[in-house]
């Protein structure tokens, strides 16, 4: 089976500006990212898809970097520019990784990877976010090229085109939708934020490469991660106040299958 990872990434960003490019470890966040993403053991193929906005050169400059392709696309309609890098590489199946997961745990992308491999017969769709139970910024869905292009094709709202992947998992009456929850049995959805929205995330993100990243180790675990963060609350509380924060908020009423537990509103 042929997968297409694709990582949607730009250096504009309304509430933090530049924050794929602010140094983890003496690199661009984008860079330890698809470092953590590459980890992973499934093989599939990894591609960045930018906009095709000048100031986003810096980005295929990264990405020319460090070997990995990237692709240029619609500035903001997101399921356009999924679509289209997936119809330029024709994969059976497309992977969603934000490019706001600089913590993210190679084995839990096996993990969804893996399940969808094992069940693409039975499902349309397999993420671990529905609901969400891993700490948020561990962010992983995969779907088959022909739902993407349903998707791509039949989608009309604005939060759809956005954010990809809606008008999918919107519709369990009409696509299949498995769930890939945490083994541990816990929910770290609402407590623990390993995303990056807010300059206090990239605080928090900075501290734990700064604990946790050796050159000679580094990919460090979710349980190293959950592990510092109980030796040492000061850098849990660093971005504590915004955990649970999400674009959910935005569209509570709109969105059939969150309710307003999954999401928190800013004060």
């Not at 991660?225 to 609350?233: A, K, Q, R, V, Y």
């Amino acid at each position: 089976m042929k997968i297409l990872v694709v990582v949607q990434a730009r250096s504009g960003s309304t509430r933090l500006p530049n924050k794929v490019l602010m140094p983890l470890a003496g690199e661009p966040l984008l860079v330890r990212q698809l470092e953590r993403i590459q980890a992973a053991s499934v093989p599939f193929q990894l591609v960045v898809a930018t906009t095709t906005e000048a100031k986003d050169q810096v980005i295929r400059d990264i990405c020319k970097s460090v070997g990995v392709q990237c692709f240029d696309g619609h500035p903001t309609d997101l399921l356009d520019r999924h679509y289209q890098v997936a119809a330029q590489e024709q994969p059976d199946a497309v992977v969603k990784i934000p490019s706001d997961c600089p913590l993210i745990d190679p084995a839990i992308i096996d993990k969804v990877l893996t399940a969808y491999i094992e069940n693409h017969d039975k499902y349309d769709f397999v993420s671990n976010l529905h609901p969400a139970t891993y700490p948020d910024g561990n962010d992983v869905e995969i779907f088959s090229m022909s739902v993407l292009e349903t998707a791509w094709r039949e989608a009309k709202k604005e939060l759809e085109r956005q954010h990809t992947t809606p008008f999918i998992w919107e519709q369990p009456e009409r696509f299949r939708i498995m769930n890939v929850e945490w083994e541990s049995g816990l929910d770290y959805s609402m407590s623990h934020r390993f995303t990056i929205d807010y300059r206090e995330d990239y605080e928090f993100i900075k501290a734990v490469y700064d604990a946790l990243w050796r050159k000679d180790r580094p990919i460090f675990t979710l349980e190293d991660i959950l592990d510092l963060l109980e030796n040492h609350p000061e850098i849990y509380e660093m971005n504590s106040k915004y955990a649970g924060v999400n674009w959910y908020r935005e569209h509570i009423g709109e969105l059939k299958t969150i309710t307003s537990k999954q999401t928190k509103q800013l004060l």
